[in-house]
C-alpha cells in the first residue's frame, strides 16, 4: 500500500475567481478578516488591542486581551463547546501573543502580518512543492522495477513496503507535536531534508539492503513533508473555504499521473536510475526553498513588530528539562500509541503473505496487545497535564466518527482495489497502459470532483449533508461491482462503478477531514488529523490484508478445480505469475479457467467490501452538523 495518501487522499480546491469577489460574502477571500467569512469584518477587534500596520500589510495584534469561551450548548461531547455562536470568541483564538504553543503562536502571527499578496505567493509556492511530491512518487513507482532488477533481489521488497507505511503513519505523531511546539518552518525544512537524504542514499545504494533503509527514510521524510504542507494549508485558511484551500494542493496529480510514467521512461536503461534518484534529491530541496523563505521572512517581520518573542539563550541541559521536555511532548502517551498502532499494523500488513495457524495465532496476539496500548493511551491522555490531544476532542461524536468512517472507507476500497489492474488485463484484455488508466480514474476523478464538493462546502457552509448524500451513491457503486465485474460485463459497466465509488469516496474524505477539523482548535489541528491519517493507515492495512487473504484462499483452489490435468507446481506459477496467466491467448481453455478463477475471486472481494461499506452510514450520522462559517479557528489575512 505504497502511499496511501497519493493514491487514496481527496482533499478539494478553490477558484482563483473567488478571490475579487464572493456571492455569499461582501468580505473578499483574501482579505485580513477573521476566519468567520459571512460575517464580515468587525474593524473594531483589532483596534481595541492596539496595531500597527505598514502599507499592503494586515493589522497586526500586539498585546492582545485574553477571551474566554464562546457561548454555546455543551452537549454529549465531554462539555467542550464546539459551536460558536455568532459573536463568540474561542480562547485558543487569541493572537499570537498567547500562552499557545510557539508553533502555533508562530502560525498566528504570520496570518496576522503578511499581505494578501504573500499569501497568493505562498500557495502557489504550496502547489509547486505538492506537485515535486506527486511526480517524486510517479517516477519512484515506476523505477521501482528496474531497481529491484538490478540488484536481483525481490526478498526484501514487501518488508520495505511494511515498514515504511508503518513508520510513515506512527511517525506523524511526534511531527505533529514537534510542528506545534517548534513551528511549521522548521519542521517543514527537516522533513524536505530528510527525504532528500533518503533519495540521495537511494542513489548511492548498491544493495537491496541500503536501498531498503534509504526508501524508509525517504518514505518518513516525504510523508511528514505532505503532512506539514496540509497543516499549513489549515493555518491559512478559514473553514469554510479549507476544503478548497486544500484542494490547490491536489491538482498537481492531474499532470503528474501521465507525464510521471513518461519521465521515468528515461531512466530506466543501464542503471540510469540513480541519476533520477539523485535529481529528485537536489529538487525537492530547490522546489521547497520558496515556500520555507516566504514563511520564515513574515516569521521575522512578525518579530519585528512585536507579535513574537525573541529567541532568548537556552537554558543547558538538566534532568528537570529534560522531564519538562518530555510531558510538554507527551512522550508517554504518543510512545503508548505509537506502539499500539505498530502492533495493529503489523499483523495487518503480513496476514495475507502467511496463512498457517502458527502465524495467526502470533498475530492474534500482536492484536490485542495493540490494542490494549491504544485503550492505555485514551486513559492516559484523559489524566495527562499536557496530552497529544484532548480526551473530550478525540471522543466527541464528529473525531470519532470521522476516523471510523475513515478507517472503513480505506478497508472497503483496498478490498474492492486488491488485484484490480491484473484483472482488467487478465479477464478483459486491456494494456498495461489501459489498465493502469482505468485504475487512476479515483486519484484523477477526486482531485475533479473535489472542486466541486469543496464549491458546495462553501456555498452550503455545511457538510454533513453532503456526507449523507454520498453515502448511497458509494454503497451503490460497490454493490453494482458484484454485478459488473464479470467476464461478460462490457467493460464501460465497469468504469461506471469505478466512477461512483471515485464520486462517492472522494466526498465522504473530504468531509471526514472537515467533520475533525470543525470541531478542533487551531492549536489542536495538527494532533487531530495527525490521528485521522492513522486511521487512514489501518484502514488500508486492513483493506490490503483483507484483499490479499481471500485471493489466496479463492483463486489457487478455483484453478485446481478447473484445471485439474496441471501439476500443484504449475497451478502455484499461475496463480503468482501475471506474464503466465497473460502467456495464454484469449479463448484457450487455460485462459478461461483463469478468467473464471479470477471472476469468483473479485466477486468475493466486492461482496466484503460492499458489506463493509455500510458501516459508513452509522459513521456518518454520528455526526454534529457545524456552520463553519461561525468558527473563527484561524485569524488573520486568510483565504
Not at 513507482?141 to 533481489?153: A, G, H, K, T
Request: hydrophobic fraction near 45%; aromatic fraction near 10%; charge should be neutral.
Amino acid at each position: 500500500m505504497p502511499e496511501i495518501h497519493r493514491h487514496v487522499r481527496v482533499v478539494t480546491s478553490f477558484n482563483m475567481q473567488d478571490f475579487s469577489n464572493s456571492s455569499s460574502s461582501q468580505t473578499p477571500l483574501l482579505s485580513p478578516a477573521s476566519s468567520e467569512s459571512d460575517d464580515g469584518y468587525d474593524d473594531n477587534v483589532r483596534g481595541a488591542y492596539g496595531s500597527t500596520s505598514g502599507k499592503g500589510d494586515a493589522a497586526v495584534t500586539v498585546n492582545p486581551r485574553s477571551h474566554g469561551d464562546g457561548g454555546g450548548d455543551n452537549d454529549d461531547d465531554g462539555g467542550r463547546d464546539y459551536d460558536h455562536d455568532e459573536d463568540g470568541e474561542d480562547e485558543e483564538h487569541t493572537s499570537a501573543g498567547s500562552s499557545a504553543p510557539g508553533g502555533i503562536q508562530q502560525a498566528d502571527a504570520i496570518n496576522q502580518v503578511w499581505s494578501r499578496a504573500a499569501l497568493v505567493t505562498a500557495y502557489v509556492f504550496i502547489i509547486l512543492c505538492s506537485f515535486t511530491h506527486a511526480l517524486q512518487w510517479q517516477i519512484i513507482f515506476n523505477l521501482l522495477p528496474y531497481v529491484v532488477s538490478e540488484f536481483s533481489s525481490h526478498s526484501l521488497i514487501p518488508t520495505i513496503a511494511i515498514v515504511s507505511n508503518i513508520l510513515s503513519g506512527v511517525l506523524k505523531l511526534p511531527v505533529a507535536k514537534i510542528i506545534d511546539s517548534w513551528g511549521r518552518p522548521q519542521g517543514f525544512a527537516s522533513t524536505t531534508l530528510l527525504a532528500s537524504f533518503g533519495l540521495l542514499l537511494m542513489s548511492l545504494c548498491h544493495n537491496v539492503q541500503t536501498y531498503a533503509a534509504a526508501h524508509v527514510i525517504y518514505s518518513v521524510g516525504i510523508s511528514g513533508f505532505s503532512y506539514i504542507l496540509e497543516i499549513i494549508v489549515a493555518d491559512t485558511s478559514s473553514l469554510k473555504n479549507r476544503s478548497l484551500a486544500m484542494a490547490f494542493s491536489s491538482t498537481p496529480y492531474l499532470i503528474t499521473t501521465f507525464i510521471g510514467p513518461v519521465i521515468a521512461s528515461s531512466f530506466t536503461d543501464n542503471g540510469r536510475w540513480r541519476w533520477a534518484f539523485g535529481a529528485l534529491s537536489i529538487a525537492i530541496i530547490l522546489l521547497s526553498l520558496p515556500l520555507f523563505y516566504i514563511l520564515i521572512l513574515n516569521m521575522r517581520k512578525a518579530k519585528r513588530l512585536g507579535l513574537l518573542q525573541k529567541s532568548t539563550k537556552s537554558e543547558p541541559w538538566t534532568r528537570r528539562k529534560i522531564h519538562r521536555i518530555l510531558v510538554d511532548f507527551d512522550a508517554f502517551g504518543m510512545l503508548l500509541l505509537s506502539a499500539g498502532m505498530t502492533l495493529i499494523l503489523v499483523p495487518f500488513s503480513l496476514t495475507s503473505q502467511s496463512t498457517n495457524s502458527t502465524s495467526l495465532n502470533a498475530y492474534t496476539v500482536t492484536l490485542f496487545l495493540g490494542f490494549a496500548f491504544v485503550i492505555a493511551f485514551g486513559f492516559h491522555e484523559r489524566s495527562a497535564n499536557k496530552p497529544f490531544i484532548a480526551f473530550s476532542l478525540l471522543c466527541s461524536r464528529n473525531v470519532a466518527g470521522a476516523c471510523l468512517l475513515s478507517a472503513i472507507v480505506f478497508v472497503a476500497y483496498f478490498a474492492w482495489d486488491g488485484y484490480y489492474t491484473s484483472y482488467l488485463q487478465v479477464v478483459h484484455g486491456l494494456s498495461i497502459t489501459e489498465a493502469g488508466l482505468i485504475g487512476q480514474i479515483y486519484s484523477i476523478g477526486s482531485s475533479i470532483w473535489g472542486l466541486v464538493v469543496g464549491y458546495l462546502i462553501r456555498r452550503s457552509d455545511r457538510f454533513k449533508w453532503l456526507a449523507v448524500a454520498a453515502l448511497p451513491v458509494h454503497i451503490l457503486g460497490g454493490a453494482l461491482m458484484i454485478i459488473f465485474r464479470r467476464p461478460d460485463s462490457n467493460i464501460i459497466l465497469v468504469i461506471m462503478c469505478q466512477v461512483l465509488l471515485t464520486v462517492g469516496g472522494s466526498t465522504l474524505v473530504v468531509c471526514e477531514q472537515m467533520a475533525v477539523m470543525a470541531v478542533a482548535k487551531h492549536a489542536e489541528l495538527a494532533s487531530a488529523v495527525a490521528i485521522l491519517s492513522l486511521a487512514t493507515y489501518i484502514g488500508s492495512a486492513m483493506g490490503s490484508s483483507l484483499s490479499g487473504a481471500i485471493w489466496n484462499s479463492t483463486l489457487p483452489g478455483a484453478l485446481a478445480a478447473l484445471l485439474p490435468d496441471l501439476s500443484p507446481i504449475e497451478l502455484n506459477h499461475i496463480a503468482s505469475d501475471l506474464k503466465k496467466q497473460l502467456s495464454y491467448p484469449m479463448g484457450s481453455p487455460t485462459r478461461t479457467a483463469i478468467i473464471a478463477a479470477y471472476a469468483k475471486s473479485q466477486v468475493r472481494m466486492c461482496v466484503v467490501g460492499t458489506l463493509i461499506s455500510l458501516l459508513e452510514i452509522g459513521a456518518v450520522l454520528v455526526w454534529r452538523d457545524i456552520r463553519l462559517s461561525q468558527s473563527k479557528q484561524v485569524t488573520g489575512t486568510v483565504f
